[in-house]
């Protein structure tokens, strides 16, 4: 059972790439998310899905897409990656709602 | 967008201590988390509270969701070094624009001297 699987687990970019960071789950969750992570910010919510086919935006989604066409993938695009980007990414999933209980083990992302 | 306001950031222990750490905001909540993260892992879910009022326990480590759902404190009974990492309170809202979403506090670091 590998629960939230995110890949790669670290990556540089240069500013102006472009890359998407991957999310899987194999609980058959219906609700999924994405939070970035700096220092002393705690999490922070980027964008979410509550099932196939439907995303809303959380709290700072500037900058980054995504699409929800599996129950398992949910993935994270950055279109033109700006060195604000920089920051730790974790997904995460659940039964019920944002209360989250599966983390994935997070992808450090260097924008230069 | 607002955050949780969590305390203190950071603690140095003595092994064999008990610690508390609380979290508090100016909206009310319907639920309360709390997550520990290790370095270089995700965090991991230790409580939930969905009740006013509620205290619960999960081994050494104590929760409750305050009686005005505005804070929520965690307590750590005869911490040991394995309690070591960063410590997290989440809440999800009961109304308004971010209804459901979850806003996360700052963390709390905590260090446990042998």
């Known amino acids: 059972n590998a629960g939230v699987t995110q890949t790669p687990k670290f990556q540089v970019l240069k500013t102006g790439q472009s890359m998407t960071l991957q999310c899987a789950q194999d609980m058959n969750h219906e609700y999924m998310s994405w939070y970035r992570q700096d220092p002393g910010m705690g999490l922070r919510l980027i964008h979410y899905?509550?099932?196939?086919?439907?995303?809303d935006q959380g709290e700072v989604p500037n900058g980054y897409n995504v699409s929800r066409s599996t129950t398992e993938d949910f993935p994270l695009r950055l279109l033109s990656a700006a060195p604000s980007q920089t920051s730790v990414y974790f997904c995460?999933?659940?039964?019920?709602?944002?209360?989250?209980?599966?983390f994935g083990q997070g992808t450090r992302l260097t924008v230069v | 967008g607002q955050q949780l306001n969590q305390s203190p950031q950071s603690m140095f222990i003595q092994e064999g201590e008990d610690v508390s750490m609380n979290c508090t905001s100016s909206?009310?909540?319907?639920?309360w988390l709390w997550y520990k993260q290790e370095p270089g892992e995700g965090p991991v879910l230790l409580i939930a509270?969905?009740?006013?009022?509620e205290l619960t326990s999960n081994g050494r480590l104590t929760a409750q969701f305050g009686i005005t759902r505005k804070d929520s404190f965690l307590n750590i009974s005869a911490s040991i070094p394995s309690d070591v990492g960063i410590y997290f309170c989440a809440g999800r809202r009961a109304g308004g624009t971010s209804y459901g979403k979850l806003t996360f506090g700052q963390g709390t670091i905590l260090t446990v001297h042998p």
């Open positions: 509270l969905y009740k006013a009022g």
């Open positions: 899905s509550v099932g196939a086919g439907i995303t």
């Open positions: 909206s009310i909540f319907n639920t």
């Open positions: 995460a999933s659940s039964y019920s709602g944002p209360a989250e209980a599966f």
